[in-house]
């Protein structure tokens, strides 16, 4: 099985396509594979899983960890179905601010490489969803920051309007709040 790497307007985010398996049992998945990812140049130092499981309208970010703990992440849907959202958070980028955004679900298996330097975000679109990510690092709340999900500099047109939020994502910081102290600046590849 092979994977199907595609670059997305934001520098550095992909979307990642998995052959898969699919008969009258169920399927079968090469969800990570070292050896492909390395050759596609994708990312292998992954320490941490992560596995979440939210109600429809659930919205969780736009959240990102500093250079003091910085940590990429591949998302994946494996049960119901989100909006992945990522934000150039790299203060300098010719796209700083601009996000990209899609559809993951269980049914189309794809995956959303987020690296270091951007905020993300997902909204439930199902009754529920389960997202696992792998990590590039581990998870350290010091570091940790929350932009706004609904900032009008980002613009993100969220599917559903009213969306259920933590304590945490109704108090993140503004594009421009962010600006007095960013945590990432852009370093041209």
């Not at 250079?67 to 989100?82: D, E, F, N, Q, S």
């Not at 990522?86 to 899609?102: E, K």
Request: aromatic share 12%; with cysteine.
């Amino acid at each position: 099985m092979d994977i199907h790497v595609s670059t997305t307007p934001l520098e550095g985010v992909l979307v990642i396509d998995t052959d898969y398996f699919r008969d009258e049992r169920g399927f079968f998945i090469e969800v990570y594979h070292e050896q492909r990812f390395r050759e596609h140049g994708l990312p292998t130092n992954f320490v941490q899983d992560n596995h979440s499981r939210s109600g429809k309208a659930v919205l969780r970010g736009f959240h990102y960890q500093d250079m003091t703990a910085p940590m990429g992440k591949l998302v994946r849907c494996t049960y119901g179905a989100i909006l992945d959202v990522a934000v150039d958070l790299r203060v300098g980028s010719p796209t700083f601010g601009t996000y990209f955004a899609i559809e993951l679900t269980a049914e189309n298996m794809r995956q959303l490489w987020v690296p270091e330097g951007f905020g993300h975000a997902f909204q439930v679109l199902t009754d529920a969803a389960e997202v696992q990510y792998k990590c590039t690092g581990l998870y350290s709340p010091p570091s940790e920051g929350t932009i706004a999900w609904n900032d009008p500099d980002i613009g993100v047109d969220w599917p559903i309007k009213n969306p259920v939020l933590s304590q945490r994502d109704q108090n993140g910081m503004s594009l421009r709040q962010y600006l007095e102290k960013p945590a990432f600046h852009y370093r041209p590849a």
